[in-house]
């Protein structure tokens, strides 16, 4: 079982950066593929960005790719999400979630454990 707690989400103005940080609990954490998702007002949720379990591979949707890393540091049980040059229509509901027994995945069907979002708001 992993327990997940989003946080860092505010509201910022357009250009500026966020860093959301997700906290899990379990002494598997370095075992899951960790992944990041929004789902903004009115869509579906859709995937951000993810990390293998040992940091060493990441991807992330082009849309983002310029502009936010994901990272993790397995021995806090935290992965993070550093948002620079944020845009309004990155407003969303961040979730972290977790995919045990992949290495990588950008597929919401393989992450079983999600975080209870943390809202985002990008102001123009």
């Known amino acids: 079982q992993v327990q997940l707690v989003e946080s860092g989400g505010g509201l910022v103005q357009a250009g500026g950066s966020l860093r959301l940080s997700c906290a899990a609990s379990g002494r598997t954490f370095m075992r899951y593929c960790m992944g990041w998702f929004r789902q903004a007002p009115g869509k579906e949720r859709e995937f951000v960005a993810s990390?293998?379990?040992?940091?060493?591979?990441?991807y992330s949707v082009d849309s983002v790719k310029a502009r936010f890393s994901i990272s993790r540091d397995n021995a806090k049980n935290t992965v993070y999400l550093q948002m620079n040059s944020l845009k309004p229509e990155d407003t969303a509901i961040y979730y972290c979630?977790?995919?045990?027994?992949?290495?990588?995945?950008?597929?919401?069907?393989?992450?079983?454990?999600w975080g209870q979002g943390t809202q985002v708001t990008v102001s123009s």
């Open positions: 990390i293998s379990w040992s940091g060493r591979s990441t």
């Open positions: 979630a977790a995919a045990f027994g992949s290495n990588l995945s950008s597929t919401q069907s393989e992450f079983g454990y």
